[in-house]
């Protein structure tokens, strides 16, 4: 009897799905394990970088910057940062020094140049700060009249060079001036110049070449170094004569011979700048100096003096002209000398006096009148003086003195400022004079102050119970009055009163 195959048996095929089935499972969740572990380690991983993860400031060019890392040297922050670094660069603190806490880190990059001079193209990188330092830094030494071009641009040697990141190389081209000797009417002079023909080097040079003067090369012929030259001029010559100006050229020999040419006649004591007999330079200026005298008489005044007299007869502080002063008059000839209408010098010819003048004269009052003064509190008391006088007040804060200063509140005659001491001008009112003001009672005149002059009082106030004054008053001197010699007779008449309607 014959056996019957397997795969047609059911009851077999159905224990090998079974049995595969079972393989597979085993095979799938083993796979989504490690799946599910690699992603758990991987976002560990990552959560613990970005945690160490912190801000370190750098600056970059003078740029600031904020770089997230969790390097711990210098280098490896730049590294993180993607900034390349070429030798030229500079860094501080150094690549290998730890991350500084206080301070960014800096980076100074090296500008990239292409330098094209003296026939010769390299690159470079620099830290100079100008182009001319550049320049030396690779031993390329500018002369005179050399030519620097800066992308294409004239600029001066000494303009600084940006150092902007990522700009690409400066291209720097020098070309250098060529020299030429030129014999200007036998004035010889070497000129440098970058300009293609010798026409436009002259141009640049300021030479202007007049279609009568002969030059050789031609102008259009391109400039070569070691040239030679020639420039044979007509003479140019300018004159300045009755406030006009002539410009000429002319082949005469002498200033005369130019002024015959342009019909210019010298008259009585006219003359030229340079003189007539001089010869005619090239680019000569020749001023005609037209000439006269005017004679003309002057009158000054003599200002007269005044005296003043005392009078015992009149009372103090009054006054009275006893003799009227007259200016005197002085009369003098004048002797003016003009060039081209302008005065140039004046002179004395002869001095007089046509009237002499006469002293005025003041007569004052050196009479003493003692009178009585009612005061507030029925009281009296005798003056000798009344002065009409502007008064304000002060206290010893507002006079010019810190509270630290020793001499804080102490005034001029060492008492203490306050309610009763008023300052005054000696020169009006003597210290330690006895005074009454109306309005603020009896006082002593015992301080001074820089802007208390003439007719002037301050009425010194406590702190605590300061009055603002602004205004004229009458001050009575109080009995007795100084020595006839220590009184002033004649005060000052300023400040004046101003009166209102």
């Known amino acids: 009897m014959s056996e019957e195959p397997a795969l047609s048996n059911p009851r077999f095929v159905d224990e090998l799905k079974t049995f595969y089935k079972r393989r597979l499972r085993v095979r799938l969740d083993a796979s989504t394990l490690i799946l599910a572990l690699t992603l758990t380690t991987l976002t560990l991983m990552g959560w613990t970088f970005f945690r160490a993860l912190r801000p370190i400031p750098l600056l970059l060019d003078q740029h600031p910057l904020t770089i997230l890392s969790n390097q711990t040297t210098v280098a490896g922050v730049l590294n993180d940062a993607a900034i390349a670094l070429a ?50 830094q690779v031993g390329i030494t500018l002369k005179p009249g050399d030519r620097v071009l800066a992308d294409g641009l004239t600029v001066e040697p000494t303009q600084p060079i940006a150092r902007t990141n990522g700009d690409p190389p400066l291209n720097i081209v020098v070309q250098r001036a060529v020299p030429i000797q030129i014999n200007d009417n036998g004035a ?191 009281s009296t008391a005798t003056y000798w003086r009344k002065l009409r006088v502007l008064a304000t007040s002060y206290t010893a804060a507002t006079s010019g003195k810190v509270r630290t200063h020793p001499e804080f509140g102490i005034t001029a005659t060492g008492m203490r400022a306050g309610v009763g001491i008023v300052a005054v001008d000696p020169k009006v009112i003597n210290l330690r004079t006895r005074v009454y003001v109306p309005g603020y009672g009896l006082a002593t005149a015992g301080d001074t102050g820089g802007r208390i002059k003439g007719k002037r009082v301050d009425l010194g106030y406590d702190e605590a119970n300061l009055v603002l004054w602004y205004k004229w008053v009458d001050v009575y001197l109080l009995d007795p009055p100084p020595p006839s010699d220590q009184i002033h007779w004649v005060i000052p008449d300023t400040p004046k009163e101003r009166y209102t309607h």
Do not use: C, H
């Open 87 to 136: 030798p030229e660069d500079i860094v501080f603190p150094a690549l290998d020094a730890p991350i500084p806490d206080n301070q960014p880190i800096a980076v100074r990059l090296a500008r990239a140049l292409q330098i094209q001079a003296d026939g010769d193209t390299f690159a470079r990188r620099t830290q100079s700060k100008t182009i001319d330092d550049a320049l030396r």
């Open 188 to 378: 010889v002079t070497t000129l440098y110049t970058t300009a293609p023909t010798l026409g436009e080097a002259l141009r640049q040079a300021g030479l202007i070449v007049y279609l009568g003067d002969y030059v050789t090369p031609d102008l259009g012929t391109p400039v070569a170094p070691g040239w030679q030259v020639y420039i044979r001029r007509s003479r140019a010559a300018t004159i300045n004569v009755d406030n006009r100006t002539i410009r000429t050229r002319t082949r005469g020999e002498t200033i005369a011979n130019l002024l015959v040419q342009e019909g210019i006649e010298l008259k009585d004591k006219d003359y030229t700048l340079p003189a007539a007999t001089d010869p005619v330079r090239d680019g000569i200026t020749v001023q005609v100096i037209r000439v006269r005298e005017e004679f003309n008489t002057e009158s000054e005044y003599i200002a007269y003096e005044t005296v003043w007299q005392p009078d015992p007869t009149m009372e103090i502080d009054q006054r009275q002209v006893t003799q009227k002063g007259v200016e005197g008059v002085k009369k003098r000839t004048i002797r003016i000398l003009y060039e081209n209408g302008r005065e140039i010098k004046r002179s004395v010819d002869r001095e007089w006096i046509e009237a002499a003048p006469v002293t005025q004269i003041y007569s004052y009052g050196t009479k003493i009148v003692k009178r009585e003064l009612v005061l507030p509190d029925g």
